[in-house]
């Protein structure tokens, strides 16, 4: 699991031997699991477990504004 992002109480990880489609799990108070590239190009949501949706809705955004960045981290952990 490799730490790739930390801002406003959020945590973004990769897993290491995860798998496709690229994602990133997000742990705040509760988890979620957001697809860096959904069908309309942006971020989606696959599941949040224990995250109020004002963080939901946080979170999703943060990822939008870093989802080059994301990507390009998923791809050199995963080649």
Partial sequence: MVTVLRTGG??????????????VHV??????????????????????????????RKCLKLIEENGEALLARWNEIHG
């Fill in 27 to 56: 742990f705040a108070d509760g988890e979620a699991k957001i697809n860096l590239s959904g069908p309309g190009g942006g971020p989606e949501l696959i599941w949040a477990v224990g995250m109020k949706h004002a963080d939901v």
């Fill in 10 to 23: 959020f945590r973004v990880v990769i897993f290491t031997d995860d798998h496709e489609p690229a994602h």
